[in-house]
């Protein structure tokens, strides 16, 4: 199946820096690739999408500014924490969908990348 | 608006018992809809989802359009059920997944 790809898979920073996270889709091409954040115990919500080649749409409420998001291949998206604060510190998680497998809708996961600010 | 709703954030069941998790969903359309389990440890991955009508480890989940609902059942719990299950859903316009809040299974032996 569809194999997604995260790095780092955990990192830890000092407050204000940036912290670059890439997804990368290893076995097809990913036209859409999907940010998510989980806090502890609880569900995935949708930060943005990312389409190859033009600008991400973000949620209601996601600062783009903070979470710069690039689409540059078919295979790699980066989400770029920026001036990183505590408040950031959570589990990113990306997938990217493969309109060729499994149908149109179905997206697969990377394995998330923990976060942590101090 | 489109919104999933998982009511058991925790279910317990010992090793064969039958189980259900339940599902409510919102959308104004004709939604997608997925079950996605999370093994400790593991990433999420793809249960089932309800256009394909199959049954994978013995799960099976049927969407009722009238009680908008997509419950996710199983005849014979198993210890290796144990894991973080989200229902998910997807309207016709595409990719953009909604997830309910998860209901975390325990099966005791």
């Known amino acids: 199946g569809a194999v997604v790809s995260q790095h780092p898979s955990r990192v830890i920073c000092k407050s204000g820096t940036s912290v670059k996270i890439e997804c990368r889709s290893l076995d097809f091409q990913a036209t859409t690739m999907f940010w998510y954040r989980q806090f502890p115990k609880q569900s995935l919500m949708l930060m943005a999408t990312?389409?190859?080649?033009?600008?991400?749409?973000?949620e209601q409420g996601v600062e783009k500014d903070k979470f710069l998001i690039n689409h540059a291949s078919l295979t790699l998206s980066t989400l770029t924490v920026t001036s990183a604060h505590p408040e950031d510190s959570s589990f990113y998680i990306c997938?990217?969908?493969?309109?060729?497998?499994?149908?149109?809708?179905?997206?697969?996961f990377g394995p998330g990348t923990r976060l942590t600010v101090l | 608006a489109q919104r999933v709703t998982q009511p058991e954030k925790l279910l317990s069941v010992f090793k064969g018992a039958p189980v259900e998790l339940k599902c409510n969903y919102s959308y104004s359309g004709s939604p997608e809809l997925f079950w996605y389990v999370q093994y400790s440890r593991q990433r999420l991955q793809l249960l089932l989802r309800?256009?394909s009508r199959e049954s994978i480890k013995g799960f099976t989940a049927d969407l009722n359009k009238g009680e908008t609902s997509f419950h996710l059942k199983k005849p014979f719990a198993q210890e290796e059920d144990s894991a973080m299950y989200y229902c998910a859903l997807t309207g016709t316009s595409g990719s953009r997944l909604t997830f309910g809040e998860g209901t975390q299974l325990t099966v005791n032996p």
């Open positions: 309800h256009i």
């Open positions: 997938s990217a969908r493969d309109p060729g497998t499994g149908g149109i809708n179905e997206q697969f």
């Open positions: 990312s389409n190859e080649g033009s600008k991400a749409t973000y």
